[in-house]
């Protein structure tokens, strides 16, 4: 048992730190960053990319730096803690965890090269309407036509689809809308007749996108992975983007904490600092233990994640997020409380903190849903 | 970063695992997993067959009987005694007591109170608590007033647990009122059968009787019984309180009980199935378990943030632990009385020991009730869970 950093990633860790705390600081830079034509800070990202986080996860051998759920742990804490608006979870980490497993080896070295510098951005067309939370629910179809396949069918709110120059596409060459079995992955470019794409804002200020596929042909060599197989490999990845989540809500949640903490000492009424008020400072008690719970179990996602029994994989994950997003939402909603009126202001920090807490609880199933699963198990996995 | 065991804490567990269940008697840890009082005698032979083999009292200095063992062989330890359900070492002796007396006593009193403190030859109680003084300690009234060779007692403490049981108590007593709350007490250790001590007991709401009272009218006490210095008791009170710190959150205790709670549920009929199949108990469920394992996790950051360290000084994490802890051990003995369903209601008699006669209704479910009224304590004692909300704000907060 040991809870250290090796000296790599403590240095990992320190130097995210600081590259954010630059560009995130001044909380009007995010502001401006948003406006710019892909909704984030290409200049950001190519700070991210020289400092090797673009390539992190990918293997040595294929252009990447061999990073693991540790590391994207550290990277996703620190991005939390500035509420980084740059598409690390929808390239790297899912588009990336996608690749980098089903990919061949044309199509990673065609790929992540370029992911790794900076110059190309992934995003994982999945979600479809009718499905909701269920990563087995897909009715987008993919027929094949010769060479080649044609895709048609409705993604929505695809993680920075607007600006993606890839897509990766799920999509059914057998079986019904809730199969398990008979899901494709396809890389797609977004620029290909018949796509079409409607980006917008999210609540929290990054970007997503409804893409609407009407008889796109895409070539064979389009097809990522195994034909029909690709639901235990979106639900890894998944299980990796939770984890993912669970330490980037860890930092929103510290840097929520501390900014209320720090204002209970400075706002003055009846003569005093608010945070004299033992009302207050129980609230703010139970602000610390709920990020200190939510700290153990983004741990537990990251080891967990790695382990190689997918039910008892996907039971911990769900464990920790339902967990997690309990957590940050009562944190948020407490920090919204105590700060009181000017937490509701948009030009204050706090409640774009808890906008981005909202909707990284609910991303990838909400706290019901999770638990529904660790339900189904009948709880949770015996550790080793 | 790697939060499994290493093979050899592994192998240490194994052994511990082993140990435990083969060689303390299942009749006593069925009445610890059942939540049922124990026997003073329960305790003793659990206690001696730990100390036999080196294993009640490892937080102690080793020339003492302690283990030198890292904190994360201690918290296996601890972890593997409560999903055993084994008796814990009585705390009052291994806990307390004795690592006061071992770190501030005098030779004269290592010698005459360790060993028979380790092995349960002296059973000692605990007098800090008062009529008037529960989360404000530091306010005891209890007097010491020196008389020649001589300290005279008088006062009152009270929620001395077992007391009916009791050799020896040690008492925090004030010996200067002049001065600071804090500054004027000290720390005396009070053999029971002196004249002018009187026990009265206080039966609790699930019927048991687990604590006391004790008064003190001009009990003659020898002044080498004092520990340590004078008026510096406050100062070993508080070393006492923090060396707690494993095992205050009761994790694997815990684990044992949602353990049985999913096996009872599994048998308990419901309908037209078990309580096992109702997916509102079963959700409730879930969370006591996604909560302790998050409070387990958190307990070994505690664990090896200690490593290397002298843990001498309060820690406020410990504080985290008790609060998250107390409340999944009383939501744990909930889903336990809702398991029982309709024979959580029987109360049948109780013999002399405090011991339940053979149930009405599952032989197992007229315990439930009681350990969940008995359970109200735990967000109470050592420190009420308020108490520890203003420390983690004064302390991590800096409010």
Wanted: glycine share 8%; charged share 25%.
């Amino acid at each position: 048992m040991d809870f250290d950093l090796t000296d790599e990633q403590r240095m990992l860790s320190d130097s995210i730190r600081r590259l954010v705390a630059d560009a995130y600081d001044d909380f009007e830079q995010r502001k401006t960053y948003r406006a710019e034509p892909r909704g984030y800070d290409e200049a950001n990202w190519q700070k991210f990319a020289e400092m090797g986080l673009l390539g992190l996860p990918f293997a040595e051998e294929d252009g990447g730096f061999g990073g693991g759920p540790v590391e994207t742990m550290l990277v996703c804490e620190q991005f939390g803690r500035g509420l980084v608006v740059e598409p690390y979870l929808a390239t790297v980490v899912l588009g990336g965890g996608l690749l980098k497993r089903a990919g061949s080896a044309e199509q990673r070295a065609a790929l992540i090269p370029a992911i790794a510098e900076g110059s190309l951005t992934l995003a994982f067309a999945h979600q479809e309407r009718q499905a909701r939370h269920d990563l087995f629910d897909v009715a987008t179809s993919a027929t094949r036509d010769g060479d080649g396949y044609v895709l048609n069918g409705a993604k929505g709110v695809v993680l920075h689809g607007d600006s993606a120059d890839r897509l990766i596409v799920s999509a059914r060459t057998a079986g019904g809308r809730r199969d398990r079995d008979g899901i494709s992955l396809f890389l797609l470019d977004p620029t290909t007749p018949g796509v079409t794409r409607r980006g917008y804002a999210t609540q929290d200020g990054l970007r997503a996108a409804e893409v609407v596929m009407e008889n796109v042909s895409v070539p064979a060599e389009a097809l990522l992975g195994p034909e029909g197989a690709a639901l235990p490999l979106i639900e890894q990845v998944v299980d990796e983007a939770q984890a993912a989540i669970c330490a980037e809500a860890l930092g929103a949640m510290d840097v929520l904490r501390d900014l209320t903490v720090d204002y209970l000492k400075q706002r003055s009424q009846f003569g005093q600092p608010i945070g004299n008020f033992q009302a207050l400072q129980h609230r703010a008690a139970d602000m610390l233990v709920a990020t200190e719970q939510a700290r153990s179990m983004a741990m537990y996602a990251a080891m967990m994640v790695q382990e190689a029994d997918p039910t008892a994989r996907r039971v911990a994950l769900s464990a920790a997020k339902a967990l997690v997003a309990k957590n940050a939402d009562q944190l948020g909603k407490d920090a919204i409380q105590l700060h009181g009126g000017i937490a509701v202001t948009d030009e204050y920090k706090a409640g774009h903190y808890f906008k981005r807490l909202t909707m990284l609880a609910g991303l990838f199933g909400d706290v019901d849903h999770h638990l529904r699963i660790v339900v189904a198990a009948g709880g949770l996995p015996e550790a080793a | 970063m790697d939060l499994r065991y290493t093979p050899d804490e592994i192998a240490f567990r194994d052994e511990l695992r082993k140990f435990f269940r083969s060689e303390i008697p299942i009749s006593i840890r069925r009445k610890v997993s059942e939540g049922r009082a124990l026997a003073r005698e329960d305790y003793v032979t659990s206690q001696r067959i730990l100390h036999a083999k080196g294993l009640a009292t490892p937080n102690w200095p080793v020339q003492w009987g302690g283990q030198d063992w890292t904190p994360v062989q201690r918290y296996i330890y601890v972890e593997e005694l409560q999903a055993a359900a084994v008796p814990q070492p009585l705390g009052f002796n291994v806990n307390m007591v004795g690592p006061v007396i071992a770190t501030f006593g005098s030779e004269a009193q290592k010698q005459r109170f360790l060993p028979s403190t380790a092995n349960l030859d002296i059973w000692w109680a605990q007098g800090f608590s008062e009529p008037g003084a529960g989360s404000d300690l530091a306010s005891l009234k209890t007097t010491a007033r020196r008389e020649g060779d001589e300290f005279i007692i008088n006062g009152q403490k009270t929620w001395t647990t077992l007391g009916q049981y009791a050799d020896w108590i040690f008492c925090l007593v004030r010996t200067d009122s002049s001065v600071k709350k804090q500054a004027g007490i000290s720390f005396i250790l009070i053999d029971m059968k002196t004249p002018g001590i009187t026990l009265r007991p206080i039966i609790t709401i699930d019927g048991g009787h687990e604590v006391n009272e004790v008064f003190f009218d001009e009990v003659r006490v020898p002044a080498e019984n004092l520990v340590g210095e004078l008026n510096k008791g406050w100062d070993y009170a508080k070393f006492l309180l923090s060396n707690e710190r494993i095992g205050i959150a009761r994790i694997g205790m815990t684990k044992e009980r949602l353990a049985r709670v999913k096996r009872l549920a599994r048998e308990t009929l419901a309908g037209e199935g078990t309580v096992w199949d109702d997916p509102d108990f079963r959700r409730r469920l879930a969370w006591s378990e996604i909560e302790l394992k998050a409070l387990e996790i958190t307990q070994m950051r505690v664990v090896a943030a200690q490593r290397g360290k002298a843990s001498d000084k309060p820690d406020p994490s410990s504080s985290i632990l008790k609060i998250k802890g107390s409340e999944i051990q009383q939501a744990s003995t909930q889903l336990l009385v809702d398991v029982a369903g309709p024979y959580a209601m029987p109360r049948p008699d109780r013999d002399e020991e405090g011991l339940n006669l053979p149930s009405v209704g599952p032989d197992w479910a007229d315990a439930a009730a009681p350990l969940f009224f008995n359970y109200r304590k735990v967000s109470i004692y050592g420190g009420s869970n308020e108490i520890q909300r203003n420390i983690i704000a004064k302390a991590f907060l800096g409010l």
